[in-house]
């Protein structure tokens, strides 16, 4: 961790140091400011949507890391070998220890469409090159209520940040893709099924209305529940027809060959 460079596992002190001394590319000083004042600040009065995230931020809870690329395999590769890093530190880190990634933002315009493929070809890749086997009891159908993506080992839910959205803007980067890793050990005792994950939901939808100035997405659920989806939560659609109707991911519990990635950032 702290290792020299920005494509590595970084402390928010590092971080932040390293910015302050001009050793990180601008498009990764860009991406943290946009991420770090969209945590603390408010858009007209309102707060960020989830308590969680500020707190993290402002506690310096979470690591981060930023990828050169969302399609070149020696980016994904160091991207693979940060996220194993991260799950070796992140239980005896901080109680709230989520992994912030940033990507370079892409050379020519993405749409809606663009985003949700690269952020399926990076999953898979981390799949297809995930050393330890999918978790004995996660289902490999996306379609399954209990399904969640998983990497070395463990169930994660990541949730994501892009420029599409523009009514959804607690979910606005200007600046490319945002992914945040959070392994499912972080929700315990947060759950749907617990008194204090229900009131956690309540006040988070409710901050949801009021920041982003619309109702809550429509595919927001609670893993477990059926009826509900986790997938289609990693990235809100905002045009439905530029979102996949069904999961993109292949997953088995042997890993298959690596896909055909697609051109180069």
Not at 119 to 144: G, M, R, S, Y
């Amino acid at each position: 961790m702290n290792e020299s460079g920005h494509q590595v596992l970084m402390e928010q002190d590092v971080l932040r140091h390293r910015l302050d001394d001009g050793d990180l590319p601008d498009w990764a000083r860009k991406h943290y400011e946009t991420f770090r004042e969209t945590m603390l600040g408010d858009r007209d009065g309102a707060p960020f949507p989830c308590y969680f995230g500020i707190e993290s931020e402002r506690n310096g809870d979470a690591l981060y890391t930023f990828v050169d690329s969302m399609t070149d395999k020696d980016a994904l590769l160091a991207l693979r070998d940060t996220l194993l890093e991260y799950l070796d530190v992140y239980p005896d880190y901080s109680e709230a220890c989520s992994l912030v990634t940033f990507f370079k933002p892409p050379a020519a315009d993405f749409t809606e469409a663009d985003y949700h493929e690269r952020l399926w070809h990076i999953l898979q890749f981390l799949h297809v090159n995930d050393p330890e086997p999918w978790p004995a009891d996660i289902p490999t159908d996306p379609d399954d209520p209990t399904w969640e993506f998983s990497f070395g080992g463990e169930p994660m839910f990541p949730t994501t940040r892009a420029p599409f959205y523009d009514e959804r803007i607690s979910r606005y980067c200007p600046w490319g893709l945002e992914i945040t890793f959070q392994p499912r050990a972080l929700f315990d005792g947060i759950t749907a099924d617990t008194e204090a994950g229900q009131q956690a939901r309540a006040v988070i939808q409710n901050r949801i209305e009021e920041y982003d100035g619309v109702c809550p997405h429509a595919d927001l659920g609670d893993w477990g529940v059926e009826g509900d989806r986790e997938w289609p939560q990693y990235m809100f659609s905002a045009d439905e027809s530029q979102a996949p109707d069904e999961c993109p991911i292949r997953i088995t519990r042997e890993h298959p060959k690596v896909p055909t990635a697609p051109a180069d950032d």
